[in-house]
């Protein structure tokens, strides 16, 4: 069944310190992307991809990089991890046409304290 | 830029009335898609229903949404709420021209329903 994977659950970094979460697809869709989910916001979107080796800016990229060495990966990189990026972060794909929906991952728990 | 508007930041209902959550948009694109997903506690969101035909009804799992271009408004309803319903709740926009194919998602509403 195609899915979309994220690794870890949860996860708590110390401030300073350098976080990588992890996606994997199996949908074989070009597009992928990362949001961060908080209260109020809704869901924001950091980075994106369109297909392996590219990466763009979303509306919120400061702070995070990002990596699409294959079809089905696309990791989310916090370099210098901050308490300000304690959030729930979803990956998900899908969207390679205008009426095809997403299909999100589990989550990810990032507690930086 | 293209927008999606949900103004209800929490809607609260007994069970078995009926429910109406909005959303209104913003594109300049003639042609939108419109989605709803729905996000249950401790889960992901998930696709609820999707159009992009004016004025047709579009129905899954109870729900059932409208697609109204005169008035931008993807407004999601149903006729009775069950305690089940109780989730928070995204419209969506597919955006087009420089956002390509991005998903713009309205800030949420979170629905909660009483016995």
């Known amino acids: 069944e195609a899915a979309v994977t994220q690794s870890p659950r949860n996860k708590v970094a110390v401030t300073g310190g350098k976080v990588t979460l992890s996606c994997n697809q199996t949908n074989n869709h070009n597009n992928m992307y990362w949001y961060r989910q908080d209260t109020g916001h809704g869901l924001r979107l950091i980075h994106y991809?369109?297909?392996?080796?590219?990466?763009e800016k979303g509306d919120i990229p400061d702070g995070y990089k990002a990596s699409r060495p294959s079809q089905e990966n696309f990791s989310l990189i916090l370099e210098l991890a901050t308490p300000s990026q304690t959030s729930v972060y979803f990956c998900a794909s899908g969207g390679d046409s205008s009426n095809s929906d997403y299909t999100f991952g589990s989550g990810t728990r990032l507690l930086v304290i | 830029g293209d927008s999606v508007t949900q103004t209800e930041g929490l809607v609260t209902l007994t069970e078995g009335l009926p429910v109406m959550l909005n959303c209104t948009y913003q594109?300049?694109?003639?042609?939108?898609?419109l989605f709803w997903y729905v996000q249950h506690l401790n889960e992901s969101p998930r696709l609820l229903l999707k159009?992009?035909?004016?004025?047709k009804r579009t129905e899954h799992q109870g729900f059932h949404a409208t697609l109204h271009k005169s008035s931008s408004s993807f407004h999601l309803q149903k006729s009775s709420a069950q305690l089940s319903d109780s989730a928070l709740y995204y419209c969506?926009?597919?955006?087009?021209?420089?956002?390509?194919?991005?998903?713009?998602f309205g800030i949420g509403t979170l629905l909660s329903v009483k016995p």
């Open positions: 991809s369109y297909g392996a080796g590219s990466t």
């Open positions: 594109t300049i694109y003639s042609n939108p898609f």
């Open positions: 159009s992009f035909t004016d004025n």
């Open positions: 969506a926009l597919s955006g087009y021209g420089s956002s390509g194919n991005k998903l713009i």
